[in-house]
């Protein structure tokens, strides 16, 4: 039949339409063809002047999708990509894209334009349509702008938009509304160049592109030239399965493309025929359109979509039915963004909408973030605070920015299989802080805070910040039911050379706030106390700074609302962590001396402390003297000190309290210098270390603020001898031996004491325990011991009759008085080897530790009695996993202190942990105890594992509490369900806690070592 179409020429042409119904869809993100005709293939009437002039009084309007911004030369130069408008009173400009030069003066701002791409200008009562314009606009009222994304990196100077605008703009125009004349610009006079052998080294103003089969099938070639554009174009069809490269992309190198059929569109002077390799310049045209199972590699990103459009020449694209995806060092993963269509934007910036980003690996994901729009680009960071770099630029002697990939996200909807949780209007972070803002849930219901939800967020994510190299910002929002809401921040950093100078640094802070309208359960007698304010809150920063010469430099700032807030809401913090305090601490230390000089003032005064102001220390250890026949130590310490006591509890009668007997409010000058002499020998296998020690110190004010000058002196004689014995035929898988030894040391230490002040009136400007300590001392002389404080548990003889306060160096040194003693330890070490036989190791079997102190002047030293302080230490360590261990410590005198354990803790696999303990505490007063304890942590699989201890006291026959936990470990999140009792405060309570194992803040793999200790309480 004359009239059929040919079924190629009919594929064909429904293949190209269906290129430009995609583009027609996108917006116009790219052209086809920039063609200077009419729809009728016309020319197009060109103008040279409008009689319109923008009044100097409106301000310039400016937006788009995309922006490139920075400073040249005192002049802000930007890339406009995406729907870019620009308005001026009643002129009106659209682009596709735009190049802008902005100088500001003291009272106007002028304004240069470039418009590239479906030009349009709307003017009173007319309107014209160009293929490129240069504006200058004038302005008083000053420039405002509305880029949905935006970059500060600067553009290179081979940009091919950049380059056509500075070629267009030339010299400065007036500041009338104009068009620039048109350049045409016209091709390598060579055109084209088509090769099909190698082509020579590629010059950077190059682009070769090479085709292959994506498979053992030839692809289909077809091909016809268009001549309804200027300049006319050649297209060719091919299907069957290609493969495409393009070399010479500026700052991506290759891009490599695969799809099922491919249309491309480029310059058709003088290119008619088809060949596999072509050599041209770039900025010949060259348009790709991509149909069928697309895959897109880009430098470090990969692409997949159904279909797709490339312009190599604007390094720009748009994919539907999209993923992207890119790896991600620091987070040591890939991480993906699947969406309905994903622009490329510029090199290295891509826009996705009506998508979402996760980091998981599963074509369907547990978790996502759903988004609106999702902009991603490459960008380049330097250290924060001179945070460090390893590597330099050999030319400047900068350190090299970083490049990572970086996320910005609108209308953010966190969605845990498709159940939406939480919601945020933007983020934008590091393409490895991917993940929603939250890092840690934790609801939960007890007897004292009600019910409760305590969570935790990435304060970077959350506020759309950039995450500083080295630091750490967390945000804290809790709210419970019987107590209010709670709110805090909590962060930490490290780096180097701060403030340009050499030095290592590191630091933490946090805060919490609370309006509290309940009543604090701290147990026992004190399950009812009224808080002395309802503000509560505490704050507290550290700060450690190491610097050349062994210079340290420590800074601590702290602030409670009332004594009882820390203890009631962070009882593990309060118990464990060091005090909190507001101090400057400066220490130098070389070789075998130091130096240090601290201010410390007290700003919590329910709190015993003392205000140095300041208070300087010299050290000097072990400096030889005579040739090494002796050895010299000293410490000498001078400055002014105000003692002061913690202010009474708000509730007295509730909260039990008596004030310390060594605590007063005392100030003034306190000086010590202290010295030894120590002459080391040896006496065949026995070594001997004769000494001697003077010290001289002074209190302006003692504990009835008199005047104290004392005169401290010791002299004594350490001596030691060891034996050993080897067993090597002693084996025994069972008990896992493989040879024994035996060695053993007898240790003892004899020294005299006299001291010219008792011990009784110095004050204690020195502190030798923490607040924790301090608190529990306050409450046990009237809970235990009625009022009354016997003198076995007063600190302070226990201090002295151990020899805490004895050494040079000791901190403390208030802490001695009149003794003789002579201190003795026998010391055991069973040993074996382990390990493959050509690398096997030494290691402790089991260990014995007996030490006893002997005092001639027992009414004096030690109550009454001559021996005392008796110990002991035992460890057996039947295998890698399995270890039993026993203490005790005992006085003789009348109600002296029996303490003693024993505990047998397992891991015989890496699935099951057991541990049981018994502890006795007995003393005067009636203070006797034995507690029972056990706790069993079991992975049941690689998902679930589960842990459980109890506490009873056999003494007391009084239950001391339970905890059950459950643990699911997900690909995606950690989840556990806690259960706990506690007899002491009468508390019961359930929690669900989950945690996220994504990205920087996860458990990471599953591991079941790690959940075993995770899981144990």
């Known amino acids: 039949m004359s009239g059929e179409i040919n079924p190629v020429s009919r594929y064909i042409s429904h293949t190209i339409w269906q290129a430009v119904i995609l583009l027609t869809m996108l917006g116009g993100l790219v052209t086809i063809a920039p063609a200077q005709t009419s729809f009728f293939g016309a020319p197009k009437a060109s103008y040279e002047e409008s009689e319109y002039v923008p009044p100097e009084e409106a301000p310039i309007e400016i937006s788009a999708e995309y922006s490139q911004q920075w400073e040249e030369d005192f002049v802000e130069v930007s890339i406009l990509k995406g729907n870019c408008l620009i308005k001026q009173g009643e002129a009106v400009l659209r682009a596709r894209q735009m190049v802008i030069w902005h100088r500001k003066t003291r009272k106007t701002n002028r304004v240069s334009i470039y418009l590239e791409g479906e030009v349009r200008v709307d003017l009173p009562g007319e309107s014209k349509n160009e293929n490129s314009l240069l504006v200058n606009l004038v302005t008083q009222k000053g420039v405002k702008a509305d880029i949905r994304r935006s970059s500060t990196i600067k553009a290179s100077q081979d940009d091919p938009l950049l380059k056509r605008a500075i070629q267009r703009r030339g010299t400065p125009h007036d500041h009338q509304l104009k068009r620039a004349q048109f350049i045409v610009e016209k091709p390598p006079l060579e055109g084209p160049e088509l090769n099909t052998v190698p082509a020579p080294e590629l010059k950077v103003n190059f682009r ?109 694209g748009v994919l539907l039915d999209a993923e992207l995806k890119t790896h991600v060092p620091e987070l040591g993963e890939d991480i993906r963004i699947r969406a309905s269509h994903i622009r490329q934007l510029s090199k290295g910036a891509y826009l996705a909408q009506n998508g979402w980003a996760t980091g998981s690996q599963f074509g369907k994901p547990g978790y996502r973030i759903q988004s609106s729009d999702i902009f991603i680009e490459d960008r380049y960071t330097t250290p924060w605070l001179g945070a460090g770099s390893n590597e330099l630029d050999p030319l400047t002697g900068q350190p090299v920015p970083h490049k990572r990939a970086w996320l910005s996200s609108s209308n953010n909807t966190f969605r845990i299989k498709n159940i939406p949780l939480f919601y945020l209007p933007y983020i934008t972070s590091p393409a490895e802080d991917i993940y929603f803002p939250i890092i840690g849930l934790r609801p939960g219901n007890d007897r004292i805070f009600g019910f409760q939800i305590e969570s935790q967020w990435d304060m970077y994510k959350l506020l759309g910040l950039e995450r500083r190299p080295g630091t750490k910002w967390e945000g804290q929002l809790d709210y419970y039911s019987i107590r209010g809401i709670g709110i805090g921040q909590a962060g930490s950093y490290a780096g180097e050379n701060l403030l340009g100078f050499d030095n290592i640094f590191n630091g933490n802070g946090e805060l919490f706030y609370i309006h509290d309208s309940g009543t604090d359960n701290l147990g026992l007698d004190r399950r009812a106390l009224i808080p002395s304010t309802k503000d509560r809150y505490f704050l507290n920063h550290r700060h450690r700074q190491d610097s050349p010469f062994g210079v340290t430099l420590i800074a601590e700032g702290g602030l409670l609302s009332d004594r009882n807030f820390l203890e009631q809401y962070f009882e593990s913090e309060f118990d464990n962590d060091k005090d909190i305090e507001t101090l400057l ?146 084996y025994s898988s069972f008990f896992n031996l493989n040879g024994l030894a035996h060695k053993m040391s007898l240790e003892g230490d004899y020294s005299f004491s006299d001291s010219s002040e008792d011990l009784t009136n110095i004050a204690q400007y020195n502190e030798f325990d923490d607040n924790a300590q301090e608190r529990f001392r306050q409450r046990l002389v009237i809970n235990t011991f009625g009022g009354t404080l016997p003198p076995q548990f007063d600190p302070r003889f226990y201090a002295v009759r151990t020899g805490a306060g004895r050494g040079v160096t000791d901190p403390y040194y208030e802490l001695v008085d009149d003794q003789q003693v002579l201190r003795m330890a026998w010391r055991h070490r069973l040993q074996t080897k382990t390990g493959p036989p050509d690398r096997m190791r030494i290691k402790d079997w089991m260990t014995l530790d007996l030490e006893a102190s002997y005092f001639p002047n027992p009414q004096r030293d030690n109550f009454g009695e001559d021996i005392g302080l008796l110990g002991g230490h035992y460890q057996w360590f039947l295998g890698d996993r399995t270890t039993l261990a026993a203490n005790a410590y005992y006085d003789l005198f009348d109600g002296g202190q029996q303490l003693w354990d024993v505990s047998l803790t397992s891991q015989r696999t890496n699935r099951l942990s057991v541990n049981v303990a018994l502890q006795q505490i007995k003393g005067g007063g009636g203070l006797d105890s034995q507690i029972l304890s056990a706790s069993l942590n079991y992975v049941m699989s690689q998902k679930w594992s589960a842990g459980i201890s109890t506490a009873y006291d056999l003494g007391e026959n009084i239950n001391r509490g339970q905890t059950l936990s459950l643990t699911r470990t997900g690909a995606d999140f950690l989840m556990s369900l806690g259960m706990t009792y506690d007899q002491s405060t009468g508390n019961a309570g359930i929690g669900l806690t989950i945690m996220p194992r994504f990205g920087n803040f996860g458990a990471g793999p599953a591991d079941f070592s790690s959940l075993l200790g995770n899981n144990a309480q």
């Open 585 to 730: 601490h400066l220490k130098q230390q070389q070789e075998n001396w130091s130096w240090s000089i601290i201010g410390r003032t007290r700003l919590n005064d329910f709190t015993n402390t003392t205000d140095w102001l300041p208070k300087g220390d010299l050290y000097l250890l072990g400096e030889p003297l005579f040739g090494n026949l002796l050895s010299w130590t000293s410490h000498s310490s001078i400055g002014y000190g105000k003692l002061k006591p913690g202010a009474p509890p708000y509730n007295p009668t509730q909260d039990v309290f008596t004030p310390l007997p060594f605590i007063a409010d005392s100030q003034g000058v306190v000086a010590m210098t202290r010295h030894q002499l120590e002459a080391p020998f040896n006496l065949g296998p026995i070594k001997l270390v004769p000494y001697v020690l003077g010290e001289a110190a002074y209190w302006e004010e003692g504990l009835q603020q008199q005047k104290i000058d004392r005169l401290y002196g010791s002299a004594g004689l350490r001596g030691s001898i060891l034996f050993e014995r080897i067993f090597p035929d002693v």
């Open 208 to 316: 070769r592109i090479r085709l292959f089969p994506r498979s053992a099938v030839p692809y289909n070639v077809q091909s016809f030239p268009s001549t309804h554009t200027v300049p006319p174009e050649q297209i060719w069809v091919i299907t069957g399965g290609v493969n495409l490269l393009i070399d010479g992309i500026d700052g991506v190198g290759m891009v490599d493309m695969s799809a099922d059929r491919i249309i491309i569109w480029t310059d058709g002077r003088n290119t008619q025929n088809f060949n596999s390799e072509i050599r041209q310049s770039k900025e010949t045209p060259f348009e790709i359109y991509l149909e069928g199972n697309i895959e897109i590699r880009q430098g470090t990103y990969f692409l997949k979509a159904n279909r797709a459009f490339y312009d190599a020449r604007e390094e720009r």
